[in-house]
């Protein structure tokens, strides 16, 4: 088990970013159906640093989600390489390399906000003193701090993704895998937790994975905006963003942004025009 002094650590090191948290080679999958086979992703090919927020964006059915299924050992590639700090994804999986969010907050409504929070880690045996200090941790980084003893039907659908976030959070894995937490979400809730997510990224340093159908939620978030196409899903475009770490909204409005958000665009149509 990990040191119970982790449970209140702040920003970690993330490694060399020479050396890739997540790399994909020649990456196919494969799905078997009534059918017959359905080609998830084909010929995938990307290399992941630590401490990367990186957004994959692309129509639906284009394989976003697939792939970051295989990181989590969700889902089996046909062919092809994948690895997870240089281990295989379900050896990584094993010793608990990532946090996961998915679309859905899931949270259990018989469990308070900390109860949920608290259940990987009851799952993962850390002693009662940890658990805590993790949790309270975790809650004040989400901005959650005085509502632990609330049930998720108390809270917002907001609070609720933000809750489900501190749980993905709760044994401080390096990596945090996010599958469009905040697509079903309005406008105003949606930027308000993009800041906040950016705000997350730079105090804990994870190397983050965030799936999007959001133009302007890719470009706002990344360092690096994976492109992706329709079924066989495909990688189009991969764009190193060149905006400050440090990003207001308003930051939405620059040149730059509007460049960058013109390229995931053709990079789309571009996807579009070779099926």
């Given at each position: 088990m990990?040191?119970?002094?982790?449970?209140?650590?702040?920003?970690?090191?993330?490694?060399?970013?020479?050396?890739?948290?997540?790399?994909?080679?020649?990456?196919?999958?494969?799905?078997?159906?009534?059918?017959?086979?359905?080609?998830?992703?084909?010929?995938?090919?990307?290399?992941?640093?630590?401490?990367?927020?990186?957004?994959?964006i692309?129509?639906?059915?284009?394989?976003?989600?697939?792939?970051l299924?295989?990181?989590?050992?969700?889902?089996?590639?046909?062919?092809?390489?994948?690895?997870?700090?240089g281990?295989?994804?379900?050896?990584?999986?094993?010793?608990?390399?990532?946090?996961?969010?998915?679309?859905?907050?899931?949270?259990?409504?018989?469990?308070?906000?900390?109860?949920?929070?608290?259940?990987?880690?009851?799952?993962?045996?850390?002693?009662?003193?940890?658990?805590?200090?993790?949790?309270?941790?975790?809650?004040?980084?989400?901005?959650?701090k005085g509502f632990?003893?609330?049930?998720?039907?108390?809270?917002?659908?907001?609070?609720?993704?933000?809750?489900?976030?501190?749980?993905?959070?709760?044994?401080?894995?390096d990596?945090?895998?996010?599958d469009?937490?905040?697509?079903?979400?309005?406008?105003?809730?949606?930027?308000?937790?993009?800041?906040?997510?950016?705000?997350?990224?730079?105090r804990?340093?994870?190397?983050v994975?965030?799936?999007?159908?959001?133009?302007?939620?890719?470009?706002?978030?990344?360092?690096?905006?994976?492109?992706?196409?329709?079924?066989?899903?495909?990688?189009?475009?991969?764009?190193d963003?060149p905006?400050?770490?440090?990003?207001?909204?308003?930051?939405?409005?620059?040149?730059?942004?509007?460049?960058?958000?013109?390229?995931?665009?053709?990079?789309?149509?571009?996807?579009?025009?070779?099926?």
């Amino acid at each position: 088990m990990q040191r119970e002094d982790e449970g209140t650590k702040g920003l970690k090191d993330t490694g060399h970013a020479d050396q890739p948290v997540i790399e994909a080679k020649g990456l196919n999958l494969v799905f078997q159906t009534a059918d017959g086979p359905v080609q998830a992703l084909k010929d995938v090919n990307l290399s992941i640093g630590a401490g990367e927020f990186v957004s994959f964006i692309g129509p639906s059915g284009c394989g976003k989600t697939t792939f970051l299924r295989a990181i989590a050992a969700l889902e089996t590639p046909t062919s092809g390489s994948l690895t997870v700090n240089g281990m295989s994804p379900d050896e990584a999986r094993r010793r608990r390399a990532y946090g996961y969010v998915f679309q859905a907050a899931g949270l259990y409504p018989w469990r308070t906000i900390a109860g949920n929070i608290r259940l990987p880690l009851e799952i993962m045996s850390f002693d009662r003193k940890a658990q805590d200090e993790r949790v309270s941790h975790v809650l004040e980084l989400v901005e959650l701090k005085g509502f632990g003893k609330k049930f998720p039907w108390q809270l917002s659908g907001g609070m609720q993704q933000r809750a489900s976030i501190a749980r993905a959070l709760a044994f401080d894995a390096d990596i945090l895998l996010m599958d469009e937490p905040f697509g079903a979400l309005d406008e105003i809730v949606r930027d308000r937790l993009n800041e906040e997510t950016l705000k997350l990224w730079a105090r804990t340093g994870k190397t983050v994975g965030f799936v999007t159908h959001s133009i302007p939620e890719a470009v706002y978030l990344s360092t690096k905006i994976v492109v992706m196409s329709p079924r066989p899903g495909r990688i189009t475009d991969v764009i190193d963003s060149p905006l400050p770490r440090e990003r207001p909204l308003d930051i939405r409005d620059s040149r730059e942004f509007i460049e960058i958000a013109h390229r995931v665009r053709e990079g789309l149509r571009a996807g579009h025009h070779e099926e």
